[in-house]
């Protein structure tokens, strides 16, 4: 039996989709003139970052949201309350930035994480937890969360999380930086923790940071401005709990990432 395809008008998949709070930022954004897919107005003006909320908890979504409308940054462009609607405001919305609560019902914060960032890689999602333990943190980064920010500390690191990822950057929560930082001290030398709480891009800045690259040339290598290498360096030298560059390198080593030889270093013997 073959299937045929319906379409189905705009509204009447908003209704499906979104919960009340996003059905109602699509209208105000279409009210205020703006696209109801890529962010952009349609009369070409600049736009704020736009949010995605995810969390079951309806007091924490809505103090979030009155503390997110106070800002000049952020726009708060939907609501969802399980993985499932996450993903599906996540494709109606095409949101910059995600806020995602790591204990959801059903399909958990870092499932649908995963889903996420494989279906929309631009999206950016700042992992939101009351959790504070290595494999809660490792589990959320693998999955691909730019930063881990604790509940507790919400009000005080969110706004500078995602902020951050909007740059690129990562960030976890200070004391998310201490208690790993510690317990990376207590394992000593090749920590398996050690290099996994780097985003990508700091893993490549540490490795050539470490092989004694400047920072212009690892501008030049990775395709991107000095700016945003510096602040990938100050964020990788913060989670890692180094202060100089001579102790990048030690560090380097220490963990089994000892700095290669470049080209330049190969040298002919002379005959």
Do not use: W
Not at 63 to 88: K, Y
Not at 126 to 144: F, N, Q, T
Not at 241 to 246: E, P, R
């Amino acid at each position: 039996m073959s299937l045929r395809f319906r379409p189905t008008s705009r509204e009447t998949i908003e209704s499906k989709l979104l919960t009340p709070c996003s059905r109602r930022a699509v209208q105000a954004r279409r009210g205020a003139g703006l696209s109801d897919t890529n962010g952009a107005r349609k009369d070409g003006a600049s736009m704020k970052l736009r949010i995605l909320l995810v969390d079951d908890h309806k007091i924490l979504l809505a103090g979030i949201r009155a503390m997110l409308d106070q800002s000049q940054d952020f726009e708060v462009i939907g609501e969802a309350e399980t993985g499932a609607e996450a993903i599906a405001a996540c494709k109606q919305c095409n949101p910059d930035v995600i806020v995602m609560d790591i204990g959801l019902p059903g399909m958990n914060g870092i499932e649908t994480t995963q889903v996420i960032v494989r279906s929309a890689p631009g999206t950016r999602v700042v992992m939101l937890s009351i959790y504070c333990d290595e494999h809660s943190v490792v589990s959320a980064i693998r999955a691909g969360a730019q930063a881990y920010v604790l509940k507790q500390a919400a009000g005080r690191d969110l706004l500078e999380a995602m902020r951050a990822v909007s740059r690129g950057e990562s960030y976890l929560s200070p004391q998310i930086s201490a208690n790993l930082a510690r317990r990376m001290s207590r394992a000593g030398p090749r920590s398996s923790l050690a290099l996994e709480i780097l985003a990508p891009r700091e893993l490549q800045v540490f490795r050539l940071v470490a092989a004694g690259n400047a920072s212009k040339d690892i501008a030049v290598t990775l395709d991107l401005s000095l700016e945003t290498v510096r602040s990938y360096r100050k964020t990788m030298m913060k989670k890692l709990g180094v202060s100089n560059i001579a102790a990048v390198t030690r560090f380097a080593i220490a963990n089994g990432e000892a700095p290669k030889a470049s080209q330049g270093d190969r040298r002919t013997p002379v005959r």
